[in-house]
Nanobody, 117 residues
Framework: QVQLVESGGGLVQAGGSLRLSCAAS??????????MSWYRQAPRKQRELVAT???????TYVDSVKGRFTISRDNAKNTVYLQMNSLEPEDTAVYYC?????????WGQGIQVTVSS
C-alpha cells in the first residue's frame, strides 16, 4: 500500500505560479519504479490527466498546459512535483497525485488550486 499526500495548493491570481508536491510513503527503491501523474477535476467536469513522468523520466502533458506546467520527480525524497506557471482561471480544479506500477494504482486525497481573474 502506498500513501500519497499532496501539498502546495491554494489561491493565486491569474498569471501567477504554484508548485504542487506529492510525497509518497513508499521506499525510495520502490518509488523510483512508479509512473507518477497529476490529474485534475474542475467542478462539473470529468477528471483529466494533466501530466505524467515515467520511471525513466519521460514526461507528457495535456495540450492545455504545455509550456506552462512542468512535472518532475526526486526519487531520493519520494516526491513528485508540478510546477505551474502562467496560471489561468481555467486551471482552477482539485489536483490529484497518482502513482501507477503494474496493475497497482494509488491516488492522493486531492488539493484545491484556485486561480482568480
Amino acid at each position: 500500500q502506498v500513501q500519497l499526500v499532496e501539498s502546495g495548493g491554494g489561491l493565486v491570481q491569474a498569471g501567477g505560479s504554484l508548485r504542487l508536491s506529492c510525497a509518497a510513503s513508499a521506499s525510495g527503491n520502490i518509488f523510483s519504479t512508479y509512473a507518477m501523474s497529476w490529474y485534475r477535476q474542475a467542478p462539473r467536469k470529468q477528471r483529466e490527466l494533466v501530466a505524467t513522468i515515467t520511471n525513466i523520466g519521460t514526461t507528457t502533458y495535456v495540450d492545455s498546459v504545455k509550456g506552462r506546467f512542468t512535472i518532475s520527480r526526486d526519487n531520493a525524497k519520494n516526491t513528485v512535483y508540478l510546477q505551474m506557471n502562467s496560471l489561468e482561471p481555467e486551471d482552477t480544479a482539485v489536483y490529484y497525485c497518482n502513482a501507477r506500477v503494474s496493475v497497482f494504482v494509488y491516488w492522493g486525497q486531492g488539493i484545491q488550486v484556485t486561480v482568480s481573474s
